[in-house]
């Protein structure tokens, strides 16, 4: 569980109806199923109209991201590509063929697998970095949904409010309800622009985050293949690839 995002939208929450609390007001002034519908409802199709609906699916399917966060995975990465530069130190390139069913990261695998079968250096990279392109390129997708939903969700909310004060007014005759229609039909701009500051443009922030660290794993692994086709001493990688990980060259170069 990631605390940081499960803490930040609860305390953005609490304060916004503290505020509203202490202010005399009452949950049910901005628990509007009208609005909400509107609000969500807009936001959505709109995304859907400028994205593929494969990407606004995988968006969706990415929200779990925000909240669940797997360790980091640098430290046990950079230990393995260490144990594979020993190996092939010892007896050659050719005795990791082996150890490919027993590397999970795909990009990995790929990587030591053309290593093994005797890529030279340039071309090995020129490869992988096609294929890290493409997958930085569909990544960057996924926050621009939640960063279009974020610029979408406040004018949705505006049209909102619009309508109902379209409502409010054919009811002049009636003013004893005019004023609590007219409280009802700001409440859809609060959902705009509350979705859009408090989740849609922190979300897209976050999982941009989190593909730049997935990116700079698969540019460790990279490099670290490369090193050990060019046959550089293991220590000399470990220490070259704790740069990857802040904090970490520092201990590299001592155990060194």
Do not use: C
């Not at 569909?138 to 409502?167: D, K, M």
């Not at 990688?237 to 704790?242: F, Y």
């Amino acid at each position: 569980m990631d605390a940081g995002s499960l803490g930040g939208i609860l305390l953005a929450l609490a304060g916004i109806l503290a505020g509203l609390l202490l202010e005399g007001g009452h949950l049910g002034q901005v628990l509007q199923p009208t609005a909400a519908m509107i609000v969500f409802g807009g936001t959505l199709g709109a995304v859907m109209l400028q994205f593929p609906l494969k990407t606004v699916v995988a968006a969706g399917q990415r929200l779990a991201r925000l909240f669940l966060h797997g360790p980091d995975e640098g430290a046990a990465l950079l230990h393995q590509i260490v144990g594979f530069a020993n190996k092939a130190r010892r007896n050659g390139i050719i005795s990791l063929d082996g150890d490919l069913e027993q590397v999970h990261d795909p990009f990995l695998r790929q990587a030591l697998t053309l290593a093994v079968d005797g890529t030279e250096p340039a071309e090995l990279r020129r490869i992988m970095e096609v294929q890290m392109e493409n997958a930085t390129e569909n990544e960057a997708r996924i926050p621009a949904v939640f960063e279009s939903a974020g610029g979408f969700s406040p004018t949705i909310g505006i049209i909102g409010a619009v309508i109902g004060l379209i409502q409010v007014m054919q009811r002049l005759d009636r003013m004893a309800e005019v004023g609590r229609g007219i409280a009802v039909a700001f409440v859809a701009t609060i959902y705009g622009v509350g979705s859009a500051n408090l989740f849609f443009l922190p979300a897209a922030g976050k999982l941009r985050q989190r593909a730049r660290d997935e990116q700079r794993l698969k540019e460790m692994a990279l490099e670290g293949v490369v090193s050990i086709i060019e046959g550089m001493n293991p220590r000399m990688i470990e220490v070259k690839l704790a740069g990857f990980r802040p904090g970490s060259a520092k201990e590299a170069g001592q155990r060194t």
